[in-house]
């Protein structure tokens, strides 16, 4: 049952973007209205200080992300950290969309006094007390930043991170294509299309009534990392596709996804603020904003295969059942190893991690991107 709080919150929320869509005249892009329900300070979903991560619903929790799962997801990561923090000769790491924190405190107790700073890059003032208190061992070397510098020397993570970033969705009646917005009810929120110059990335075929997502925001993210990032490596892990199966024709309902305690939908329009909302991502627009900024694609593969890569399965060895069956979910390919990907991008560093990185030595898919 909702609480009087959460009852309140959502409310807020609603009337801060009907105020947005009477301000456009009646229509609002999906990504600002994507970007309202999940960031509005103090009420999107993300802003409100509720507990999003966590194993099971009793906790309040939404979903669970891999480190969540299994402390073996960073320890293994975490190899391969280091090859690039030598290879790129930095001690920096920079983590986008911390979470709880559980990926950085992973990553900063296996590798010890390699990393001289960790900075978290975190729209959300609430989550950040979060990894306050979750980092609490490591509090000297933890920043805090709202924003990009300008320069960047180091080894950048993202762990379901570009998945969160709005998206546009475009609908196809077999003729012409539209952009879909939202509009406001007396009931609530509703789909709403225009027309618009928009496509899809990728030349189809579409069929009749296709619904599905183009992703600037994210591409432009990449892009700006890429700018600034002097010298070091970035490692992006999320659920997504090369952009040929992306655009698939049987793939004709989008990827657009909700996630409230740990049932999924796909109705963003209701429980505006209370679940979360995401796209899978484009992979092939994320490299190829990578690379138009100077990036260097280091490879691109299943999770399964990137962790295994990383000496995952060595670090199983002696443990018990439940560490056993929790690592196994990070790799079995109808849970998260297929689906998740890992795609890695360089700049600056030495030839020899460059051309051997360590999570893509198996299993390289990046002749798919």
Known sequence: ??????????????????????????WLP??????????APGLGYYARGSRQFGALPASGSDFITGPELSPLFGRALARQVEQALAGSGTAELWEFGAGSGALARQLLDTLGE???????????GALRERQRETLGGHAAKLEWLDELPDTM?????????????????LHFDGHEWFERGVAATPQGFAWSDRPTSLRPPHDGPFIPGTVTE???????FIATLAE???RGAAFFIDYGFPAAEYYHPQRHGGTLMCHQAHRADADPLVAVGEKDITAHVNFSAIALAAQDAGLEVLGYATQARFLMNCGLLDLLQGADLKTIANAQKLLNEHEMGELFKVIGFARGCDAAFSTAPLGFAAGDRTHTL
Request: cysteine-free.
């Open 1 to 26: 049952m909702q609480s009087n709080r959460a009852a309140s919150v959502s409310g807020a929320l609603a009337s801060l973007i009907r105020q947005a869509i009477a301000h456009q005249g009646g």
């Open 30 to 39: 999906f990504d600002r209205f994507m970007a309202m329900a999940l960031y």
């Open 114 to 124: 390699r990393v001289q700073r960790y900075r978290i890059v975190d729209l959300s």
């Open 153 to 169: 020397h180091g080894v950048v993570i993202g762990n379901e991170v570009l998945d969160a970033m709005p998206v546009q969705l």
């Open 214 to 220: 183009v992703h600037p925001q994210a591409e432009a």
């Open 228 to 230: 600034r990032l002097e």
